[in-house]
Structures are given as C-alpha cells and as structure tokens.
C-alpha cells in the first residue's frame, strides 16, 4: 500500500515536491531523517524525494527487478555537507542505503547542497 509523503522544510528552494511511495521509499525517508535529523541535530533544511522508477521501467539494468522502486530523485539542504566535496556528499547519502540497494534500488538521482550555496 502507498502512502503519500510530503518532505521537510519550505525555504528558497519552495515546496518540496509531494511523491506517492511504496516501502523502499518509505524506508529510504525514514533513513535519511534519522541520519540528518537526530534529537540534538535539526541540520536537515530541505528534502524532496521524488520515484522516478516509472521513467526506466523496462531498461536493460532493472528488467529483472524484483522491486517495483528502482530510480529516486533526492534532494536536499543540510549544515552536514558543509566542507564535504560533491562524491564525499554523495557517498555520505549513499552508504546509508545499502540494503535499499541489496534489494533492487538501481539508482539515485542527488542534489545536495549546504544552506549557503542553496541560498537558505
């Protein structure tokens, strides 16, 4: 069953756009919030998830899926990235995924950026 989620914080970059989700989707939010906001730590500024598995059904990498969330768009703004180079961003974002790729997660599309070169 889906469930629609609508992420984070409004700030320059608008409202984040709202995307209906299965549990991969689910579970990849729920692990994103954990890691950049924690009960002392509110750095997560923006997060937009989006599935976009719908635009590469049938690609020659996710035809045997077993999964039908295969592709995410992520973006988002936190205080964690600042001093981070892009790849050491996305790695950072990335590791905390590894089972969502264990299971059929072929791809994600990251934007992240500090408050600063977001405009916040």
């Not at 919030?33 to 009960?39: L, P, Q």
């Not at 989006?50 to 039908?68: I, L, M, P």
């Not at 295969?70 to 936190?78: C, E, G, K, L």
């Amino acid at each position: 069953m889906a469930s629609e989620s609508a992420s984070a914080t409004a700030g320059p970059l608008g409202e984040p756009k709202t995307s209906i989700f299965g549990p991969m989707g689910r579970s990849i939010e729920v692990k994103i919030r954990k890691e950049f906001t924690g009960e002392t730590d509110d750095s997560l500024l923006f997060l937009e998830l989006v599935d976009c598995s719908h635009e590469h059904r049938g690609h020659a990498g996710v035809r045997n899926s077993t999964t039908q969330e295969t592709h995410f768009r992520i973006r988002m703004v936190s205080d964690q990235f600042d001093g981070l180079s892009r790849v050491k961003r996305h790695q950072k974002v990335m590791g905390l995924l590894k089972e969502e790729f264990d299971l059929g997660l072929h791809s994600l599309e990251l934007w992240v950026k500090t408050p600063k070169e977001a405009g916040y």
